[in-house]
């Protein structure tokens, strides 16, 4: 029942209630961590943002989760953590202190062999990782900044979820190397769906690249 | 010659072998021949060519397929990816035989064929097939009213014994409650948010023929508190018949000593009988479990990965066990409660009772110690001394 509920309130971006509802008893907490795994996409990314204001509101508890989730993302017992490298993202963005140990590994999971390796691949977690960098880029740009070239590869890459992750994140750092890999998407009509400042978007790959090349060119002014 | 002469040596003794049944398949299927294939590179160069783990899995869920790769995937193509898909097995594994079939044709569509019933689980372990294939296994099995099993950090499968359904000794009806845990924990057991995995396996009486005693984290086995049922005359005939000795095989083997057999009567002192089952066994027609009859809950076994291998101690002696389970679920929550708190990642159940002491554990949960929770003769971890310090 509290998940429906939970579920509810965070596509309705009441989150104040959700946070209430959450902190009401422990089990709640673990509701939210299941709603990383939500069939709804809108849901799981809110469940993100949800779990970075409880971060931000430094519950002690959520920091044994922050090592559970990072453990989901390479478990030898076969738990797949859909968003975790998003949310632990987002818990460091709020609260770096609680995520500290995990970020790294997160962030170079975009050049690790398991994870990025088109053969052994598992695309939303690669994009998910992708997301995580470009999440940091304003808060974070010297954590960030040593992935720029590996983005710059996936902007070739065959799965537009990569591609677009990619460029995204790229224009977020303002990562100048990036240009030409930028302007070779800019008619790339593959959609992908991009979670910023709370929205869901559709947006072609193309329209990605030309906001990051946009992003880029300011910076250089 | 044949290409695969070590592997081949595995068909050679006396139990049936699994080469011999991928053999059969591979004159079907691409993944089975490369499986052969595989197998035999690794008895020749002494070391598996799987890769450890991989993260694969079907959206909505967290667990269910166990990621599996070689790393000769140019040598083997068809073997590069050999996911494991563990499927919700039926209480107490009945199936009828269209079942069967369906699960059957749907692996030589989708994956290798091979099929090991039952994994350790309890699940339907469907062996071998390919990343871009398991939204598809995932989506027929649901229109089939099937689901995936647990993996990882979730609750894992349920499991039990047949109980009432074949079992005359059945203190309470194991299939009923371990597809209504099922049911029960569906968002525990698809979407892992736990320090590591938790097991649940039903036994209906101490015989414990699923070995939930072993193999669980939360073990609960069927058992009653009134006296053993005694039919007197069927005893006399178990005498007569001569086939048992009551004195050597009966009384003579229980372990609390709480029998005793005069020639004509047989007297139990039910106060200090254990529950072993032995007497029941042997006499089954004479001797019956008590009316009374519910669960004991056990907590805290495992197999050995991060520390040694744990049996489960009681937690509860004996609790009604009808539905809706409730004083069960409500005794659960307070113990996920308190373990997803404090238990360590990769921590189970048991070794976090092991690092805090079960007196801590049983306090924290709210139960009184009683004298069945301990653990063996002259150990008794679970005194409390707080009033000693009090008094100090």
Redesign the interface.
Known sequence: MD?EILSELLLARKYQEAMDLVKK???NL??L???????EELVRWRAVTLLGLVAAEGRT?LA??V??LL????????????CSAQAIAEIYRNNPGMARDAIRAVLHLSDDE??SLP??R?T??LAGSIWAIGALADSEPALVSEMGPALVKFLEDPEPAIRGFSAWALGRMRFGAAKKGLEALLEDDSLINIYEADILKKVTIARAAADALENIRKNDE | MSDTPLIDQLETGPWPSFIKDIKRMAAKNAMCKDLLGLLEKSYKDKRTHW???????V?????????R?SDC?EEFPNV??FHTVRVNQPSAWFYNTSSLRYLCDLWEKHGSGLTNMHGSTGDMVMLGTKTDQLEDIFTDLSEHGWDLGG????VRTPSCCNGMARCEFACYDTMDLCYNLTNEYQ??L??????Y?FKFKMSGCPNDCVASIARSDCSIIGTWRDDIQQDNAAVAEYAKGGKVDIAKDVVGKCPTGCMSWDGTKLSIDNKNCNRCMHCINVMPKALRPGKDKGAMVLLGAKAPIVQGALLASVLVPFIKMEPPYDEFKELI?KI??FW??H????ERIGEMIVRIGKGNFVEEIGLEPVPSMIKEPRSNPYIFYEEYFDEE
Request: net charge negative; hydrophobic share 25%; charged share 30%.
């Open positions: 998940r008893r422990h089990r673990r509701i961590l299941g709603l990383l795994y939500s069939e508890d044994p989760a090592r559970r453990w989901f993302l390479n478990e030898e017992s076969s738990t797949v953590g859909w398991e994870v053969a052994n598992n939303p977690i | 890769k450890h783990g991989g993260i694969v899995g959206r909505g869920y967290g667990g269910g397929i166990i990621g790769y995937p590069s990816h993996s990882g950090s979730d968002d525990e698809h979407r892992p948010a736990f320090p995995k929550a996920w409660e997803d708190e238990g360590e990642n990769r």
